[in-house]
């Protein structure tokens, strides 16, 4: 199909064109200079136009008159660049269209004969009153070492405030960012904030204007890593006065994280699942409905197999879906295959002495008979369904399979071995665990060893947090209708099949074993306190 064949379509089905060429090596354009070609074009009525800029030198030099020296066009190409601009600036501030850059076509000019690109951009335009996705704010909560903050920064939104108690964490999330930005971090604990505090940080925000909230309340209180304590856990309490600032601010959206273990945690009444109804129950008072969703971090092109809960609150008649995965362990539909392990570590740069753990004798020789995606067996407690035990693996103990993703990266130091081929058994280092949770390598990491592990393991992946924050653009840039203000919750939406058949079979194996499993954690606890 020619380019006029092309473009005589896509005028037939609606579509808007710009069309514009390059020399075949030249060099991909900015997209400022894009949107300003495109602002041009705009001066004539939205014309259709094919002009002969060679790229962004060329641009800077024609600023002030785009009379091209061969032009080709459709219709009469606008050589009044101030106006364009005007228009340009205009779009910035509203940005009332899209782009998609459909596939570039070569062709042979008729003129010099020389090769061309020919690049075509379909040109949607947009409802002015529809928020852009750069225009997308939030302020972050338990922020640690920016995980999610940097996913959703990642996806073009701009973040105005963020927050957490740990020191070595708010100085990880400063030393990442500029010097203003560097003024609305804060070293705060939540118990003592309020939204004026927020605000008076944020800038120019006042209530009603924050698109969301995002964070994680501390994941220990319901953990399979940690004592699983729960609400009776001070820590487990946190996540009432992150609603509690939510309803202060009155975001549009909220986001939080946690462990799956919040799933089937234990309310109040003991029942398996009942603390997350607490929490959507306490959210529904408010005004808020709630969806869930487990995301696996692999499935999003993380190399590391790890589930987490994810809570978005909404306002009734304004609900979000969660992003579609793009990878899977046996690709279907156009999806990518998993990331390996060994694929991930392969851009990492070469670990230094002063990096590697090696196992003690003693580990070394139980290790030695363990096969890459096992570890050494920890036994358990002998259960009415399990009379041999519930057992695990220990701790610190598990040869990471290089073939398939990782397993979760932990907040401790004993992270999984690797058998590399040079320094022979070692544990995975910091630089190693944070591109296993898909931070950038330029990623700066302020604290001791332990903290930085710590940090790491705690983080959401961006990559993970990215695909959220897209789905979330996506569902604000096409919803037709947005409620304003507080809405009146009757009922809680139903949780999806595939929770409440976890929930299920937490409560049928807690109605088995849960007496002899719940005398191990009052060990636990009389051994903490």
Request: aromatic letters at 6%; a positive charge.
């Amino acid at each position: 199909m020619t380019v006029g064949e092309k473009i005589r379509e896509g005028l037939e089905g609606g579509d808007r064109f710009l069309v514009f060429r390059s020399h075949l090596h030249a060099s991909v354009r900015s997209r400022a200079g894009t949107m300003l070609r495109i602002a041009c074009a705009a001066t004539q009525g939205m014309c259709h136009t094919i002009a002969s800029v060679s790229g962004a030198p060329s641009l800077r030099r024609h600023a002030g008159c785009h009379a091209n020296r061969h032009p080709f066009a459709l219709n009469a190409y606008s050589d009044r660049c101030s106006a364009a601009q005007t228009i340009l600036a205009d779009w910035t501030s509203v940005c009332a269209l899209r782009l998609v850059k459909c596939p570039p076509l070569v062709a042979r000019l008729a003129r010099n004969g020389k090769k061309y690109v020919l690049h075509l951009f379909r040109v949607r335009f947009r409802s002015a009153d529809r928020r852009r996705r750069s225009m997308n704010n939030f302020i972050s909560m338990f922020s640690g070492a920016g995980g999610l903050d940097l996913g959703f920064e990642q996806a073009g939104w701009t973040r105005r405030f963020a927050s957490d108690l740990d020191a070595d964490a708010v100085a990880t999330l400063r030393a990442n960012s500029t010097q203003q930005e560097r003024s609305y971090i804060g070293q705060n604990d939540i118990r003592d904030l309020t939204a004026e505090d927020v605000f008076a940080r944020a800038g120019d925000m006042a209530k009603g204007n924050l698109v969301a909230i995002v964070g994680g309340p501390p994941c220990q209180s319901w953990s399979s890593a940690g004592h699983q304590m729960g609400l009776a856990d001070e820590r487990g309490q946190l996540f009432r006065y992150f609603i509690k600032l939510a309803n202060s601010l009155d975001p549009r959206f909220i986001v939080m994280e946690n462990v799956r273990g919040l799933l089937t945690a234990r309310g109040p009444d003991g029942e398996p699942g009942s603390a997350l109804a607490l929490l959507r129950e306490d959210l529904r008072k408010e005004g808020w409905q709630t969806t869930v969703s487990l995301l696996n971090a692999a499935d999003f092109g993380v190399a590391q197999r790890r589930v987490r809960l994810f809570v978005i609150a909404h306002r009734t008649g304004d609900c979000p879906e969660f992003p579609k995965q793009t990878h899977a362990r046996e690709p279907d539909n156009g999806q990518s295959e998993w990331v390996s392990l060994e694929h991930c570590l392969s851009s990492v740069q070469s670990v230094a002495e002063d990096e590697i753990i090696c196992p003690t004798p003693r580990l070394a020789a139980e290790l030695a008979q363990i096969s890459p995606g096992s570890g050494v067996k920890s036994p358990g407690k002998a259960e009415a369904t399990r009379p041999g035990g519930h057992w695990g693996y220990k701790q610190g103990a598990f040869i990471a399979d290089l073939s398939v993703p990782a397993r979760t990266v932990t907040a401790s130091t004993a992270q999984d071995w690797i058998i590399d081929p040079i320094h022979g058994l070692r544990r995975l280092c910091p630089r190693e665990c944070a591109a296993v949770q898909s931070f950038p390598a330029a990623w700066k990491w302020e604290g001791k060893r332990a903290s930085v592990y710590r940090q790491i393991g705690n983080a959401v992946p961006p990559k993970l947090a990215k695909a959220v924050a897209m789905s979330l653009s996506d569902h604000i840039e096409n919803a037709v209708i947005v409620p304003l203000g507080r809405t009146i919750v009757q009922e809680l939406t139903p949780l999806d099949t595939r929770l409440l058949a976890a929930i299920a079979y937490t409560k049928r194996d807690e109605a088995r074993n849960g007496k002899s499993r719940r005398s191990a954690p009052a060990l636990r606890r009389r051994r903490v306190s």
